[in-house]
């Protein structure tokens, strides 16, 4: 809320307290000596206190929690601040400070526990939906194989083996989908612990640039490393990152022209190692750019070049690079090309 009730006369701060005891979102307004001035209904409410509480308190008094009496002060002073706070036994919070007009702080509290709950019903639902179209999956893919055989020594009209190749093909895709699918909503439960080791780019990169060799010769691309070898080690899990460098460099090969060259490089900035992977392929519409990182996201499903993806592979690799404390972008011109960058903190 823009609005202070101080600055306005009497019976328009009446109205703006009712409208304020209406939100949600707990309201509560800091004076210049950092104590309660006003609280709308809400705020005592979401720390389960009780109404008309808050009043006079302290900033420590009222939140009982360190870092949110810092972000508080720092508000007070002009800097504002985001507060995600997740006790087990608590509400979890969103707190948001803002300096005030004529000193002190606003500060809105979001309970957000509910949404969390949405949360894991949505990646609980995924993740048995994915386990039990898993099996059934695995048969029809068995099946049609065997089929394959038995056709590739009877006599059938051509057309009716390519028929069964094709529900081989998007077999393959399905089963692809929901692996990868699982694989994400493991890794944003955290039901797997990302590592945090100590490693070297360099082999990393050559390694996966050696797993995708068949893959760009086959499409025509030439693959190339330049990763200086002083590079500082980062810190992180190997099999992820390796995961996330494939995910990107097999969609640079797959966006590529025939002829074209894809190259990994890896720089190091104050912070952080940055990897980027630079193709001279479609690129990307700028429209699109801010979405390619969602699940299931495609530009344009009809100008792939054959090899369908899932939409995922970007999805995984944000995620991964997150949960390794570094972030991941993208710059592109459409007709020119794509490079695709994430930073890692140093080990
Ligand atoms: P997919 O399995 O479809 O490749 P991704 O999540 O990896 O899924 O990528 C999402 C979409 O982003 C792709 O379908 C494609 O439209 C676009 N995209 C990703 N990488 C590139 C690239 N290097 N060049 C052009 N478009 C790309």
């Keep these: 809320p823009r609005t202070m009730p101080d600055a306005f006369p009497d019976h328009l701060a009446d109205e703006v307290a009712r409208v304020a005891d209406q939100a949600s979102i707990g309201l509560i307004r800091f004076d210049p000596q950092l104590r309660v001035r ?74 957000i526990t509910e949404l969390q709950r949405l949360r894991r019903i949505r990646s609980e639902f995924i993740d048995n939906l ?5 099996t059934p999956l695995a048969n029809v893919r068995l099946l049609t194989e065997m089929l394959s055989d038995d056709l590739a020594e009877a006599d059938v009209p051509e057309r009716v083996r390519e028929r069964v190749a094709t529900i081989d093909v998007e077999t393959g895709h399905l089963v692809q989908m929901i692996n990868e699918l699982l694989d994400l909503t493991r890794m944003e439960n955290a039901v797997v612990q990302v590592r945090h080791d100590e490693l070297a780019l360099a082999p990393l990169v050559d390694a996966t640039i050696r797993r995708l ?96 993806g899932t939409g995922l592979g970007l999805a995984i690799a944000r995620h991964i690079a997150e949960a390794h404390g570094g972030s991941i972008w993208l710059e592109s011109t459409e007709g020119q090309g794509s490079t695709f960058s994430f930073s890692l903190p140093f080990a």
Excluded: C
Excluded at 44 to 63: D, I, K, Q, W, Y
Excluded at 130 to 134: G, I, K, P
């Design 213 to 308: 060799g068949t893959f760009a010769r086959r499409q025509g691309v030439t693959l190339t490393a330049s990763v200086p070898d002083d590079l500082p080690a980062v810190r992180g899990d190997e099999e992820r990152l390796d995961r996330l460098l494939l995910n990107l460099l097999h969609n640079a090969i797959k966006f590529s022209h025939d002829g074209g060259e894809v190259i990994v490089s890896a720089d190091e900035h104050p912070d952080a190692v940055v990897v980027s992977v630079v193709d001279h392929g479609i690129g990307i519409p700028a429209a699109d750019q801010a979405r390619v990182f969602e699940r299931f996201y495609k530009v344009d499903r009809a100008r792939r070049r054959g090899q369908g």
């Design 130 to 134: 994915s386990h039990e179209l898993r």
């Design 38 to 111: 006003t609280a709308n209904l809400a705020a005592p409410h979401t720390l389960e206190r009780r109404p008309g509480a808050l009043v006079g308190r302290s900033v420590m008094e009222t939140f009982v929690d360190h870092r949110l009496e810092a972000m508080v002060r720092a508000a007070s002073h002009g800097q504002v601040g985001t507060y995600e706070s997740e006790a087990a036994d608590r509400a979890s919070l969103i707190v948001r400070a803002h300096p005030a007009v004529g000193g002190g702080a606003w500060v809105t509290l979001e309970n």
